[in-house]
């Protein structure tokens, strides 16, 4: 946290920021803040433009758009959140073990992870669908089964980089526990690693899921999710194209600035710009200072 | 003197090529000797000559393959056997503070392991950093702020932190300048009298070795070419060795 304010510094990486976290809340709290209910069918009201009780206007049933697109958050960006999580979760405990204690057990582990990476991801996920059948939870699942093994990988990279170092020598040579070292060394250093690949890692699945709702493998009607929105509106594309302004520009939105603030936590969590305070104070005047503020040639 | 560190018939071997290759590349080769307490015991050799994998099995950090390696009677392999007895400082200053830690939290942490309190130990925390030549100024700052010669300094500090009689240097000071090589070596001097510390120093340089030592091991591929006092260095037996002195000398 203490590196929070260099987010607020960049004015894109602010904003990304501000759209992610503005996103996620109105998800979390969607029965509050969705104005309808997001299922209620009116007939009379079918492709009404924006009104002041529904400003984003009605589908084709009827049903306040804004308050779907809002309740669309919870699969769209929170499950896919939480899918995310566990196969990171799962990635980096065996990253760490593989990466950190090489040998047998990390020539084991990266076999396991080889098998689960030679798997075409679509298709699985695809296969997956197909034995456990059409819904939102057998998506996720299929989405941790597949990336957990892309996730160790990485995870295991870096993870070695880092074992190598003389720090961590040093605290062996101390007599710490692996569990110790790990926890006090290796975690710090390579969680911006972990959280840039998996921040990259979610755009591409928010996107992924949309299109397996858009396909109507996914949430199933009459809940609503950005891709089936699209999926909806796909129907009367020609008649009332203005439909698939909504779902669409919100998941370009937000997946857009999940990118663009993956680009600003690499930047942001580079250890180097971690500055005691005196020298904080007196770094605008500094040579470096300068360059960075592009004042000299 | 009692005798801190036994060692006594190690082999280690490296495998060759990939995880199913046979093929094993014999990187030392019976190794023996004694080390006593509060001695200067430098490890010369060539790159390549194993002094840095005979650094590692002396830390424990990895296992001989063959031979055992007593640290005051007990394995140096157990962790609990070398806590406090021996330290480390190594050669690349880029890598050996973490990154994410200040000078203080980088000297606390050999400190965690001592049973002092809190305020106790930034105490000595200043204490070490001043006997290591730098000011209290120095305390948040965080490695890439600082020198080669600073990190060096504070890894010295850290190193002594831990009380153990005896510390490792592998290429400690290699890495650094002319100078700033020459700053250091007066500094291990001093805390070498100051604490009665001792010292293996891992070098390729016999002329900082002959500086700081009381006696030199001269390693040749793997295995000890002569053991000899820093004082007959002069007269040294072996073809080797004296090849050795007259290429650094001249």
């Keep these: 946290m203490r590196r929070f304010h260099y987010f607020l510094k960049d004015k894109l990486a602010a904003l990304s920021l501000a759209i992610i976290s503005i996103t996620v809340i109105a998800g979390i709290f969607a029965p ?190 009459p809940h609503a999710e950005w891709g089936m929105m699209l999926n909806e509106a796909r129907e009367v594309m020609f008649s009332r194209p203005e439909m698939m302004l909504a779902p669409g520009i919100t998941t370009i939105l937000f997946v857009t600035a999940v990118n663009f603030f993956t680009d600003s936590l690499q930047v942001a969590l580079d250890p180097k710009l971690g500055i005691s305070g005196k020298k904080r104070q007196g770094r605008p005047d500094s040579v470096a200072g300068r360059i960075q503020r592009n004042e000299v040639a | 003197m009692p005798e801190l560190l036994t060692v006594e018939g190690v082999y280690k071997t490296y495998r060759k090529g990939g995880m199913f290759s046979r093929e094993r590349q014999q990187i030392l080769r019976d190794i023996s000797f004694e080390y006593k307490e509060g001695e200067c015991l430098g490890i010369i050799g060539e790159s390549g000559s194993g002094k840095s994998t005979l650094g590692r099995l002396l830390l424990g950090i990895e296992k001989p393959d063959r031979g055992t390696i007593l640290l005051q009677g007990e394995s140096v392999e157990k962790r609990g056997g070398r806590r406090g007895r021996i330290s480390a400082v190594f050669q690349d200053y880029t890598s050996s503070i973490n990154p994410y830690f200040t000078v203080e939290q980088a000297i606390l942490e050999p400190l965690t392991l001592q049973p002092d309190g809190m305020e106790a130990k930034r105490d000595k925390v200043g204490r070490l950093l001043r006997q290591v030549g730098l000011d209290s100024s120095f305390r948040s700052k965080y490695p890439h702020e600082l020198s080669g010669g600073q990190i060096q300094r504070v890894c010295i500090a850290r190193a002594v932190a831990t009380e153990s009689p005896c510390i490792l240097l592998d290429e400690a000071i290699s890495s650094l300048d002319g100078s700033v090589q020459m700053q250091v070596l007066e500094l291990l001097k001093e805390l070498k009298d100051s604490f009665r510390l001792g010292y293996l120093f891992i070098t390729h340089d016999i002329q900082s070795a002959a500086y700081l030592c009381d006696r030199v091991l001269i390693l040749r591929s793997g295995q000890i070419e002569e053991i000899v006092d820093i004082k007959e260095l002069k007269n040294v037996q072996s073809p080797y060795a004296q090849k050795l002195l007259r290429m650094m000398i001249t």
Excluded at chain 1, 35 to 40: G, K, V
Excluded at chain 1, 82 to 97: E, K, P, T, Y
């Design chain 1, 32 to 221: 509050w803040i969705a104005p309808n209910d997001p299922e209620e069918v009116h007939m009379e009201l079918r492709f009404a433009s924006a009104s002041w009780e529904y400003l984003l206007g009605n589908d084709h049933l009827g049903r306040c758009i804004l308050s779907r697109l809002i309740y669309g958050i919870r699969p769209s960006v929170l499950w896919v959140l939480v899918a995310l999580v566990a196969s990171v979760g799962i990635g980096a405990v065996i990253g760490f073990i593989a990466g950190y204690f090489k040998g047998r057990i990390d020539a084991f582990l990266m076999r396991i992870c080889d098998v689960m990476l030679s798997f075409p991801g679509y298709v699985m996920t695809l296969a997956i669908i197909g034995i456990l059948g059409v819904g939102l939870e057998n998506i996720l699942l299929a989405f941790v089964l597949m990336k957990w093994a892309w996730f160790a990988r990485i995870i295991r990279t870096s993870v070695m980089a880092y074992a190598e170092s003389d720090y961590v020598k040093f605290s062996k040579v101390l007599g710490m526990g692996s569990l110790r070292i790990m926890r006090k060394h290796i975690l710090p250093v390579s969680l911006p690693d972990i959280a840039v690949t998996s921040s990259s890692a979610y755009s591409s699945m928010v996107l992924q899921l949309s299109g397996f709702s858009f396909l109507g493998l996914g949430i199933q009607a």
